[in-house]
Structures are given as C-alpha cells and as structure tokens.
C-alpha cells in the first residue's frame, strides 16, 4: 500500500509517497548507518537528479542498496 507522509527536510516540509515496504526499507538502512530517518532523506534528496522525483529517488536509493548487498 502507497502512504503519503510528510517531513521535514532542512526545515523544508514536504511530503513522500511510497510503498509501506519501502518505507520500512529506508527505516532500517538509516539505522544501519547510524542516521535518523530525516537525515537519511536530506541524503537522498541532496543526491537526486534535477527533476527527478523524490519518492523515485528513494525507491532508486533502496534498490541500489540491496544489489549492493548481493554482489
């Protein structure tokens, strides 16, 4: 299921919509590295493309990271 969420980031409040999968994805990759989930996503947002969308980006960062786990 797509939940539309709202964060803030570098005091900017926006909203996401992704997957709850995902979701819980980026919860636990944050922790891993130490960030809280904010940080985790000022990350991501810092590292997107122009024009790309931030749900996309997130969801790009997420499977990056697990084909990294596998190869």
Known sequence: MITKRS????????SISVEDRFWERLR???G?????LAAQIAEIDAARAPGTNL??????FILDDALSRIG
Not at 32 to 36: A, D, H, I, N
Not at 55 to 60: E, G, M, V, Y
């Open 55 to 60: 749900s996309s980006a997130i969801r790009l």
């Open 7 to 14: 964060v803030s980031i570098r005091g900017h409040a926006t």
């Open 28 to 30: 636990i990759i944050a």
């Open 32 to 36: 891993e590295r130490g960030l809280s």
